[in-house]
């Protein structure tokens, strides 16, 4: 079986803590074959918000810490690169402009906080009515990234529950079914696809992103592009629990799942 994980943070990430060598190598020891960096590029500041302009100021280090990596590693692993672009839809020209640079194998399209919200990291989370309702509005603006077109998958749907539940509130998107149906169905129209991360099976979430009740929706929906990824920001969690994705998606009925190169979808056969 082919291990791959597309969705992994270097030191190039604020909340990184290791070079893109040592994190590719760590999932060349565990078995991975197909792996790609995908570093914060994130339009608003997690605290406030607000726009951040320098958001991509760091691709230059970005493409010299990859280029460094792929000479070090020998080919021991296909190392490839991308972006965890977050919030693009809160700045259409700034994002098209990014999406646009060269060297991009793989862009996933994430929603860490909402037009005028902190990352949902940061709210201090009051009532279950509150939990309900910005994750509504959750769901409304993955329409605004979609129909942006600057990204290749949706990234972690379903992110605001790790926090709501370390709040007291257990909240998903129950009650959002048919949002996510025309969602899903706007991405598989558009060419585009979403990823299942599997960082919430290490943590008290105790799920993927999106849980398997939202990964059936997308499938039944037409979904075929689906990329895997651990979300690991550490050596020590690369390529952690992509064999329990691939069966979940066996599960839900998906016969392939995706990777990327040159923002283009490969295949390959679960």
């Known amino acids: 079986m082919i291990l791959t994980d597309f969705h992994t943070h270097s030191y190039c990430s604020d909340d990184g803590v290791a070079s893109m060598h040592d994190m590719a190598l760590a999932g060349a020891e565990r078995g991975v074959s197909i792996m790609c960096i995908t570093d914060h590029v994130d339009i608003d500041h997690f605290e406030t918000g607000g726009l951040n302009p320098d958001c991509f100021s760091h691709w230059d280090r970005i493409k010299e810490e990859y280029a460094l990596a792929v000479e070090r590693l020998g080919g021991c692993i296909d190392l490839r690169l991308g972006i965890e672009f977050g919030e693009a839809n809160h700045a259409p020209g700034m994002a098209q402009s990014i999406a646009e640079a060269e060297g991009l194998d793989f862009i996933i399209g994430s929603l860490h906080n909402l037009w005028d919200y902190p990352d949902f990291f940061c709210i201090r989370y009051k009532s279950e009515q509150e939990c309900r309702e910005l994750a509504k509005k959750y769901v409304e603006e993955h329409f605004e990234l979609v129909r942006l077109g600057c990204l290749d998958v949706l990234g972690h749907i379903g992110y605001a529950k790790r926090y709501m539940k370390r709040r007291g509130f257990d909240i998903g998107l129950e009650g959002l079914e048919d949002r996510l149906e025309a969602l899903f169905k706007l991405v598989s129209e558009s060419g585009k696809g979403i990823e299942l991360n599997t960082s919430g099976l290490r943590d008290n979430t105790g799920t993927t992103f999106p849980e398997k009740w939202v990964l059936k929706l997308y499938r039944e929906a037409g979904g075929e592009i689906i990329t895997v990824g651990s ?23 998906f016969k392939y799942f995706t990777v990327f190169k040159n923002r283009k979808p490969e295949f390959i056969k679960l």
């Open 231 to 253: 979300d690991s920001h550490r050596p020590e969690d690369v390529g952690a629990n992509i064999e329990d994705a691939y069966e979940l998606l066996r599960e839900v009925g």
